[in-house]
Nanobody, 114 residues
Framework: QVQLVESGGGLVQAGGSLRLSCAAS????????MGWFRQAPGKQRELVAI???????NYADSVKGRFTISRDNAKNTVYVQMTSLKPEDTAVYYC????????WGQGTQVTVSS
């Protein structure tokens, strides 16, 4: 089992920045790709960004150029630096990772005010 704990969410004005962190614990050996998803009220959960264990990344078109995902394999931690935030970025952000099973964090709220 892997446990994921997110931190760093909060309230920010449009144009501002936030950094989310997610620390994995438990059976972390074999964690492959890690990433972030988000879910806004009334909408489906969607991909934000993912990063492989080798550092390859993939981003949703809506966040390209504004968000940067990174990871520290030694600390089993994944980050997302979010800049130029927009009100439409408001959502609960979920950390995710995969071994032979998908694991999810509990989510952290990000609210961007206009």
């Amino acid at each position: 089992q892997v446990q994921l704990v997110e931190s760093g969410g909060g309230l920010v004005q449009a144009g501002g920045s936030l950094r989310l962190s997610c620390a994995a614990s438990g059976s972390t050996f074999g964690i492959g790709t890690m990433g972030w998803f988000r879910q806004a009220p009334g909408k489906q959960r969607e991909l934000v960004a993912i990063i492989t264990s080798g550092g390859s990344t993939n981003y949703a078109d809506s966040v390209k150029g504004r968000f940067t995902i990174s990871r520290d394999n030694a600390k089993n931690t994944v980050y997302v630096q979010m800049t130029s935030l927009k009100p439409e970025d408001t959502a609960v952000y979920y950390c995710w990772c995969v071994t032979s099973t998908n694991y999810w964090g509990q989510g952290t709220q990000v609210t961007v005010s206009s």
